[in-house]
C-alpha cells in the first residue's frame, strides 16, 4: 500500500507561515501526480494544489499566489508554503497521490490519500 509521513501543520496566527511536508512510500507502485486537498468543517474537500513528476503546478484561485507547491521527485515528496495564512484557510490538510500498482494487471490509475495535517489559523 501506498503510505504517507505528513508533517508541518500546526496553529498560526493570521498573516503568518507554515510549510507542509508530505513523503509518499509504497513497494511495488509508481506514483505520478501529487498534490495537496483540505477540508473545513462542514464543508467538501477541495484541490490545494497539484504538481507532477515532471514538475507542472497547478493551483486553486482561492490560493490567490500565497501557496506555492514543490516537489523532489526522487523522494516521492511534495511540500506547501503557506504565506498569509487567514482564519479561512483552517482545514485538515491531505496529502493525495495518483499510483498504480506494478504488479496489478493492466497497472491501474488509484487516487491514495495521507491522514491529513491540521492547520489552525485564529488569533
Known amino acids: 500500500q501506498v503510505q504517507f509521513v505528513e508533517s508541518g501543520g500546526g496553529w498560526v496566527q493570521p498573516g503568518g507561515s507554515l510549510r507542509l511536508s508530505c513523503e509518499a512510500s509504497g513497494s511495488g507502485f509508481s506514483i505520478y501526480a501529487m498534490g495537496w486537498h483540505r477540508q473545513a468543517p462542514g464543508s467538501q474537500r477541495e484541490l490545494v494544489a497539484t504538481?507532477?513528476?515532471?514538475?507542472?503546478?497547478n493551483y486553486a484561485d482561492s490560493m490567490k499566489g500565497r501557496f506555492t507547491i514543490s516537489r523532489d521527485t526522487d523522494k516521492n515528496a511534495i511540500y506547501l508554503q503557506m504565506n498569509n495564512l487567514q482564519p479561512d484557510d483552517t482545514a485538515v490538510y491531505y496529502c493525495?497521490?495518483?499510483?498504480?500498482?506494478?504488479?496489478?494487471?493492466?497497472?491501474?490509475?488509484?487516487?491514495?490519500w495521507g491522514q491529513g495535517t491540521q492547520v489552525t489559523v485564529s488569533s
Open positions: 504538481i507532477t513528476p515532471g514538475g507542472i503546478t
Open positions: 493525495v497521490a495518483d499510483a498504480s500498482n506494478k504488479y496489478t494487471l493492466g497497472r491501474p490509475l488509484r487516487q491514495y
